[in-house]
């Protein structure tokens, strides 16, 4: 499943095809969102996927996501 993002626009992103690898799970960009094939199945953006916007965001801190 893939997840739209919030404050990073994804269409057309110089690291649209990225993928970051978190333990046996992998977190992949597209242009709809970020996707990860953690055995969660979330109906939110998991840990993995949380993990890698706040990265591109600069920070781990959650007060800074943009909603």
């Given at each position: 499943m893939i997840?739209?993002?919030?404050?990073?626009?994804?269409q057309n992103h110089f690291l649209v095809?990225?993928?970051?690898?978190?333990?046996?799970?992998?977190?992949?960009?597209?242009?709809?969102?970020?996707?990860?094939?953690?055995?969660?199945k979330p109906r939110k953006?998991?840990?993995h996927i949380t993990n890698v916007k706040l990265r591109l965001y600069?920070?781990?801190d959650e007060h800074y996501i943009m909603q």
């Open positions: 997840f739209p993002s919030s404050g990073i626009v994804t095809g990225t993928q970051w690898t978190y333990g046996v799970s992998v977190v992949t960009m597209f242009d709809e969102g970020f996707s990860c094939n953690c055995a969660k953006p998991c840990k600069g920070t781990f």
